[in-house]
């Protein structure tokens, strides 16, 4: 039997601190200084050290240009500044890699990824075997034989046959699938819309780029006129994204020995950051030290005298987040007999806390039947019980309202505290089936959220940022796209595996983030008096609906058809001939090279772009941009609204329900969606018909509350601003004194046109507006809007004063709150890029009033709600669009409902001028509005 071949292990030392520090909690040591990225680097390179490798090195980027900026100036240029908190672990990291032993390798002019390229050849060519312990797919390019991928944060190891399976592709197509979909990151073009999917599927038919390329013609569709519109850049872009495995270098593989740990500096390290495992393993004698933590378990796990001296979360309280106790696979019961069913139903009496999860047919929860439960009452120990799973073959099930029978009591019992991720979806699908759930006491999706609002808070990504776990996805157990079962068609065992690790991942995710919130009294209040409450809310909400005349719909439809059709026409004779008002390409070549128009909007590609920005930058030069904007907008309408919603009618309930999203907006507002009622548009006629179809049953009417003017409101509190505070106390029409202000004149003497100008500054400001975007929007020149600016912050200087403590809170802090404390983080306000930080600054302004807005109105919901469910059965909010709530009440009940609306909404919260609440009744929603 030969002997085994020698291994060289290559850290990609650049992107493994960033990548921890976005996968793991913000933690920090007694004396502050932060220590999340460091930890889960140290974990890592421990991890690597126990496997013992001949050869091993720690590859960093060099400061400075690469290469890849001479090709490409743009290259990398829209990746954000590094964290202040990032920045601070480097040192320490880079003096922790040096003291365990590892060769430190940095080479001017290239990146760490074309060393470790270049090491990784003449490694595999001298009979090296090679290990890339990375998690960037860009290296699935030199995976051959002899050369593997390992995340160590994920445990998961890419081989060839791994490439293929994850990405559709073999590793010699990975640069081509790259330079296809481009990357945001490093902000390498690529053929937009162009997914995973798509570049995988052009790379089966076609073989390679080049093949690609030259079937471009062949390619139907938008995405193929994008193919085709990128074509010019992919060659750059497959050179940008190709790793060099060609680089100079001072010493090969066969010198990257690893030398003996420097005991002394480790323990010093250790000690400082609180590394409390490594430090024991390091004190252990000799090599045989007990094994390191994985990326992501906590440094005080494992032995008693580590209980007290632990990593910390920011609030200085220890943080289960990285416990081992919440890492790895759990233990699942399949729970089909009477006796094991009386076992969990005894468990779930018993327990403080239940993490509860349900699986079904379908993602709507309106129409969803249920296919089985999981539960969870400790980390690692979770049942599934299968209701109807109806494949041939399958296993008896316990009847489903046996089930019910014994669970219903728990499930509605308020007393009994719940756990759910997205509780809302389970709620509403109980709900569906009888089961009315209460005493949801927290959401693993919310406290995510509420935390960091714009990071991702679905439990995959939750599962490997704070427990280092990859859990098992819909698509592994029931396929992919066109040949995707129905979860009903998946084998019991495997679903099993499946729901209970749901169950189970989401109580552990409550365990590492509910000590976050526990120890931030702000986030807290947040989180239980504002997100959690509004759930059951939203769930009432949806699960009433809203009902619609679909025969006013379809009449709408047809007349938005004849308008398209006239649109089009119209179009053509522009044109001088017939062409595709849908087709791009074919408007980029009328507009640009047959009208010879400006082109002032480019895509990231450099063409011309015909977007609804470049139309209404060209559309005072000729008629036909306002034409195509004209046609889109009722094609939009007709697709999104008169055509779909009768469609979507529930046949059960007989009404249009759509879904809430609570954390998507990072202001905190809610989204809307399948369908979207947020966007019908007010300001046209043909958006106020559509609303005209969302009407009362008989004997009953629609009323809608809205707030006038509440992020004006919003900033006459925050600003303390004596004259905003005036003109609102005074009831003045705000936009008019602003007018009055700006111009100098009488509010009487105020036209039209002046207050159109200051009703642009009041909203402008709001979202930070610069002179050029607000002469833009006014048709001025920029001097001009410069000048009302000025004027307006002479006479409001306390707006002045606002804004600019409120940029400098943010460039501080790196984020901005609302009133009641909810956190907007701001990733690039200290940005060295101009654009980024200018975006930034202009979120840091608008979020205090946006997000403030939201709590508001939300609140306002909480509130309406509890007393709308102690009166009879008169009244139901249908519907909340941004500032509105839209009410389905009874014709004789209109009066007290409106009075207790108006009450409510107006006492949600306490500003130094008066909430006002406009609210209007009609047969429908136009009429009320």
Known sequence: ??????????????????????????????????????????NMLRTILKQKPAYAAFVQDAPGPTFRDALYPAYKATRQATPEDLIAQVEPMMAIVAALGF???????????????????????????????????????????????????????????????????????????????????????GVEKCGP???????????????????????????????????????????????????????????????????????????????????????????????PARAGESANAGTESDTGSGVRGNDGSETEAVDSALAGPGDYELVTTPERLDAWVAKLRDAQLIAFDSETTSLDPMRAEIVGLSFAVEPKSACYIPLGHDYPGAPAQLPREAVFAVLRPILEDAQRRKLGQHAKYDINVLSNAGVAVRGVAHDTMLESYVLHSTWRHDMDTQAKRLLGYDTIHYEDVAGKGAKQISFSQVDVDTACRYAAEDADVTLRLHRAQWPQLEGDAQLRSVYETIEMPLVPVLA??????????????????????????????????????????????????????????????????????????????????????????????????????TEKLAEIVNPRTGR???????????????????????????????????????????????????????????????????????????????????????????????????????????????????????????????????????????????????????????????YVETLFGRRLYLDYINSRNQAQRAGAERAAINAPMQGTAADIIKRAMIAVDAWLLEQEDGARMLMQVHDELVFEVRADRIDAVVAGVRERMAAAAELAVPLVVDVGVGANWDEAH
């Open 540 to 641: 009432r909400m949806e699960q009433r609906g809203v009902l619609i005349d679909a025969a006013a719909l379809k009449r709408q439809s047809h007349e938005l058809a004849r308008r398209m059709h006239e649109l089009t026409e119209r179009a053509h004779a522009l044109a001088g001939h017939a062409f595709s008002l849908d087709s791009t390409k074919q408007l980029g070549a009328i507009l640009f090279e047959e009208l010879k128009l400006p082109a002032l909007v480019k895509t990231p590609g450099g063409q011309p772009s015909t977007n609804e920005e470049a139309l209404e930058a060209i559309a005072d030069q000729h008629e036909l941009p306002r034409v195509i904007l004209d046609y889109r907008s009722l094609a939009k309408l007709r697709s999104t609204y």
């Open 197 to 291: 999917k798509t570049a995988a599927k052009w790379l089966a038919e076609y073989g390679s780029l080049d093949g690609v390329i030259a079937a471009a013609e062949k390619v139907g569709g938008k995405i193929g006129e994008n193919l085709r519109k990128a074509l010019p850049q992919l060659p750059l872009s497959r050179q940008l994204a190709t790793i060099k495995t060609d680089v100079e270098l001072d010493r090969g593989p066969a010198d990257l020995h690893l030398r003996d740990r420097d005991v002394d500096a480790l323990r010093g390290l250790y000690k400082r950051y609180e590394f409390n495992a490594a430090l024991k393993e390091l004190e252990a004698t000799g090599a045989s030290a007990a094994s």
């Open 1 to 42: 039997m030969s002997e085994p071949r020698p291994r060289l292990v290559l850290v990609d030392g650049s992107s493994y601190l960033y990548r921890a520090f976005h996968a793991l909690p913000p933690l920090t040591n007694a004396a502050g200084e932060p220590t999340g990225a460091l930890f889960g680097v140290v």
């Open 103 to 189: 060769p430190i390798l940095r080479v001017d002019g290239v990146e760490a990824d074309d060393v470790i390229g270049t090491l990784a050849k003449r490694a595999v060519a001298a009979g090296i075997d090679v290990t890339v312990s990375t998690g960037d797919k860009d290296f699935a390019q030199l995976v051959e034989s002899g050369i593997e991928l390992v995340n160590t944060m994920t445990n998961t190891t890419l081989d060839a046959a791994a490439v293929m399976e994850k990405f559709g592709v073999r590793p010699d197509q990975i640069v081509d699938y790259l330079a296809l979909m481009g990357d945001s990151v490093d902000n390498i073009p």
């Open 656 to 814: 249009v329900h759509t879904s809430y999203g609570q954390a998507t907006a990072a202001t905190g507002r809610l989204s809307s969606s399948d369908p979207n009622l947020q966007n019908i548009p007010i300001r046209t006629e043909e958006g106020r018909r559509i609303r005209q179809a969302f009407v009362a049953p008989e004997g009953w009417r629609i009323v809608a509350a809205d707030y006038s003017q509440i992020e004006l409101r919003i900033m006459a509190h925050l600003s303390g601003d004596a004259g905003l505070l005036a003109a609102f106390h005074g009831n003045q029409d705000i936009h008019r004194a602003t007018a009055a202000e700006v111009f100098g004149l009488p509010q009487g003497e105020v036209d039209a046109n002046q207050r159109r100008a200051a009703k642009a500054i009041n909203f402008g400001l709001m979202y930070g507006m610069s002179a050029f975007g607000l002469a833009r929007q006014l048709g001025v020149p920029r001097g001009e809007a410069q000048d009302y600016m000025a004027r307006y912050f002479s006479r409001y200087p306390g707006v002045q004063t606002f804004m600019e403590e409120t940029r400098e809170k943010a460039r501080r802090d790196g």
